[in-house]
């Protein structure tokens, strides 16, 4: 049974109001041929895994209270769920994930980002769905285990560039942040 690991290598602005993320996936049983992974990822921001300004704690006032209460207040902020498909590989594999920016002003993930001034944005990022693979010559399928999960940090300032450029999502384009 695949023994999945997933790691996310490097971050860079999508063509469309997005970011795309490259994951490392690796499968620690060896020899073992994975024929695909339909995957879903949760993306959650950790705003407890970073420090403000005063400035940027008085803008996040609307989504957490006055700062005094933070310690019950902050928690997880969900950002998107992606279904993606993997195409089928031996050992590891690099795949990219288009995160899709939330443009409403409304919405918690949006109002997060533009309060932010700088530094990096942590993101934890939760896995599941199924994994089709090759097994004593038969084709197999498992659940891929609700504890995959990993963290990276994002810069703000592309986050930024993207949230406050016009509906084309062209504002930073191309850079690469991690």
Same mark, same amino acid.
């Given at each position: ?49 970073? &420090? ?7 803008? !996040?006032?609307? /989504? +957490?209270?006055? *700062? $005094? ?44 980002? &533009? ?7 942590? !993101?934890?990022? /939760? +896995?599941?769905? *199924? $994994? ?47």
């Amino acid at each position: 049974m695949p023994d999945l690991r997933f790691q996310v290598e490097s971050a860079e602005v999508a063509p469309t109001p997005a970011m795309s993320l490259r994951l490392a996936i690796v499968n620690a049983c060896d020899g073992e041929q994975i024929q695909s992974i339909a995957l879903t990822v949760q993306v959650q921001i950790e705003p407890a895994r970073r &420090r403000y300004s005063d400035r940027e704690a008085q803008a !996040l006032g609307d /989504l +957490f209270g006055e *700062r $005094v209460r933070w310690s019950s207040t902050v928690r997880p902020l969900f950002w998107t769920t992606i279904n993606a498909v993997v195409p089928g590989f031996t050992g590891s594999t690099r795949f990219d994930l288009q995160v899709p920016f939330a443009l409403d002003p409304n919405i918690g993930a949006a109002k997060y980002l &533009r309060a932010l001034e700088g530094g990096e944005v942590p !993101l934890t990022l /939760l +896995f599941s769905g *199924r $994994v089709i693979y090759g097994m004593g010559g038969s084709i197999q399928m498992a659940p891929i285990p609700w504890s995959l999960e990993t963290s990276c940090g994002i810069p703000v300032l592309p986050c930024r560039q993207v949230l406050d450029a016009p509906s084309s999502g062209a504002g930073g384009r191309g850079a690469t942040w991690i």
